[in-house]
């Protein structure tokens, strides 16, 4: 989906893959630093799993991640903040009412940089016909209002043990044969300058039919994240990583 008003801009902070919970708090920390501007930026580009599991629909993840939820929602009232919803993330406009949000049906997201053409993407929008009827399952109203009453119910036992096996997951795992996963993947007629995304934690970019291909780290791996920089080479995202002296 192309939004001609939103221009990436230099100095930007890039941020994918938190997968945030109380298990995994780092994320907090960051956050806290580009509130505090401590970490000067003038945007602050969200794209999708920055927490492990928050929906709009479902309260006691909003109540888990508050703090957090809280200082995004400052920092939305002085500078542009983009999310691109993730897997783990969705239906968050009324949570986030200042930030820009893209679901998963307005992705990728078209925009400009110095005149180039880019687009962004949690990264599962082109998934299986099973995928897909899953995307719509959990993300309708009503299957959401069930879940939400079993929390309940249940005590919340049932967001508690999804946090704990979510927690143990790999998120610095190799992907065997990425590339040309990445070759296969997009169609001939996908033409821009650079194609980003999240959602396979692979740190890669190469040149990929069209366009430049960028797969971004996941922040929950080693805590990095990307700053935007002038445009002078293909790498013109710089990594950097929160240091241990700040978590």
């Known amino acids: 989906m192309s939004h001609k008003s939103i221009q990436i801009q230099e100095g930007a902070v890039i ?26 930026t003038p945007q602050l580009i969200l794209m999708g799993d920055i927490f492990d599991v928050l929906v709009g629909e479902v309260p006691h993840t909003q109540h ?75 993300r309708n109203p009503f299957v959401l209002s069930f879940l939400t009453l079993l929390d309940r119910v249940f005590f919340h036992v049932i967001l508690k043990k999804l946090d704990r096996h979510l927690a143990k997951k790999d998120d ?41 291909y960028i797969n971004l780290a996941a922040f929950a791996c080693n805590q990095r994240y990307f700053i935007v920089k002038s445009l002078k080479d293909k790498d013109f995202l710089e990594e950097k990583r929160l240091s241990q002296g700040d978590v």
């Open 64 to 138: 888990l991640s508050k703090e957090l939820i809280k200082l995004l929602n400052k920092i939305a009232t002085t500078i542009e903040v983009l999310y691109l919803e993730g897997n783990h993330d969705f239906n968050l406009q009324s949570i986030f009412p200042d930030i820009k949000m893209f679901p998963l049906k307005e992705q990728p997201l078209k925009v400009l940089y110095h005149g180039k053409t880019l687009y962004l993407a949690h990264g599962d929008f082109d998934v299986s016909f099973f995928y897909k009827i899953y995307t719509l399952f959990i």
């Open 172 to 212: 610095c795992k190799e992907f065997v044969d990425f590339e040309n996963f990445i070759h296969n993947r997009f169609l001939k007629h996908t033409k821009c300058d650079y194609f980003i995304e999240g959602h396979f934690h692979q740190n890669r970019s190469f040149q990929s039919n069209n366009f430049y």
């Open 15 to 40: 941020i994918s893959d938190a997968h945030y919970s109380y298990l995994r708090p780092e994320l907090l920390t960051l956050i806290k630093n580009i509130y505090l501007k401590k970490i000067e």
